[in-house]
């Protein structure tokens, strides 16, 4: 149904279809959302719709979102998920949706600050991880801890 509905309006950025989405997909959550136990699927195929959505736009706020779920590190949320390349995978192609066509801003235009191509080469090749920024939607240290 995400998908079908993502499909059917690619590239149009629909409010209404973003609003459905991001009720599946915790990276658009406010940071007050209620928590809601969402199937991995679900995510992904959230996620996907995602780039479906936003194809060929350019969209910053969607690409710096795609881009953050791609570096996402597992964590205690993920522990018991085996597909956790899949949610990476859909990321990416999500970010290559969105960004398709856009070449010449990525390097000089309105997303030349997120440096996408070494963020991108440096998730291939490996290097450096950035250090990690607080985020208003992560637990907070206690839950971390195993007894």
Known sequence: LLLGMSATRRGSMDVLITKKL???????LPPTATELPLS???????????GLLYSDT???????VCLKELGRPPGPELENCVDRESYSLTAGLALGM????KGEQLVSGGLADLS???VLHNHMAGGP???PTSSSRERPPSYQIKE
């Open 22 to 28: 991001a009720t599946q997909l915790e990276a658009l």
């Open 40 to 50: 991995h699927n679900t995510q992904v195929a959230a996620l996907m719709g995602l």
């Open 58 to 64: 350019g969209h910053r706020r969607m690409v710096e």
């Open 98 to 101: 969105i960004t398709m066509g």
């Open 116 to 118: 996408l191509p070494s």
């Open 129 to 131: 991880r950035p250090a």
